[in-house]
């Protein structure tokens, strides 16, 4: 993130990045819409509650650029998520999803961390919904949301097949708890999950002023795919693209003909769970 002061330069970084990308999905991270602050000026970008509310009142002129790229570019983008003005009493963490051929909608953050529900006053918003790009269904779990195994369960009961996972953590500890949960949910769910980390330090803001990750596209360690479930990997705290080819086929083949069949068996392993018996 950069502290970008006028909207022509936004506007330049963001379809430099898309243009770089060259894919078909494009995965931004947690709380990358902080610099969107700055456009109010750095004192504001400075400030955490002025810039909870500049980022989320420069929010929807954000997202029809977004949008445009989009459409410019024929791929899916899933937005940096960032403070977003939903009605509510306080803002919340919302990543929109815009398509080829248009808006898809947007997704908000369900478990606030600590820093957002203690300090920042962050809330919950919608619930979690499911989103079609071609013939792949798609959920996204904002950073701590993919650490609840309960909320990708709700996913994978709608066919979901691949899992989005934008973060923005401010140590390795925190990288890692979310990238343990995203190669959880990948085998679990025996999916693709992918994660989108923040890197790098941003001392313009309070709310996002270190970061630390790597992004990567992680699979089920199965039928098809690396031993190691890493299908991509990125250098840690560099900025940068990280890419991979999904075949949904390839889900679907692990699904059905794994060496364990832990998708098929998820019902199975909630059944027993409730017959579980106190001392």
């Keep these: ?7 022509d330069a936004w506007r330049a970084k963001t379809a430099r990045w898309v243009t770089e990308a060259d894919a078909d999905l494009l995965v931004f991270p947690e ?12 004192d504001a970008a400075a400030d955490l509650e002025r810039s909870l509310h500049a980022v989320a009142r420069h929010g929807p002129q954000a997202q029809a650029h977004w949008a445009a790229l989009a459409k410019d570019h024929a791929c899916a983008i899933l937005t940096p998520s960032g ?19 248009g808006t898809l909608g947007y997704q908000d953050k369900q478990i606030m961390t600590r820093f957002e ?13 499911v989103f079609e790009v071609g013939d792949v269904r798609i959920g996204v779990l904002i950073c701590y949301d993919a650490e609840f195994p309960v909320l990708a369960e709700s996913l994978f009961r709608q066919g979901v097949d691949l899992l989005l996972v934008p973060s923005c953590t401010d140590g390795l500890a925190g990288y ?104």
């Excluded at 300090?119 to 919608?126: C, E, F, K, N, P």
């Design 176 to 279: 890692n708890r979310v990238r343990i949960g995203a190669m959880s949910r990948a085998l679990e769910g025996q999916c693709v999950v992918v994660q989108a980390p923040t890197v790098g330090a941003c001392d313009w803001s309070p709310a996002v002023d270190e970061n630390r990750g790597a992004a990567a596209i992680y699979g089920p360690p199965d039928l098809g795919f690396p031993d190691d479930g890493i299908l991509a990997v990125g250098p840690l705290d560099v900025p940068g693209w990280v890419r991979a080819e999904i075949d949904p086929v390839a889900i679907a083949r692990v699904r059905a003909d794994g060496q364990v069949l832990n998708h098929a068996h998820r019902s199975e392993a909630a059944r027993r769970a409730a017959r579980l018996i106190s001392p």
């Design 1 to 7: 993130m950069d502290p970008v002061v006028s909207w």
């Design 31 to 42: 709380y990358g819409a902080m610099e969107l602050a700055c456009l109010d000026g750095l």
């Design 83 to 101: 403070p977003w003005d939903a009605g509510q009493a306080r803002p919340v963490n919302r990543a929109w999803f815009h398509g080829a051929d």
């Design 117 to 129: 529900r203690e300090v920042w006053d962050v809330q919950a918003g919608d619930p979690l919904r």
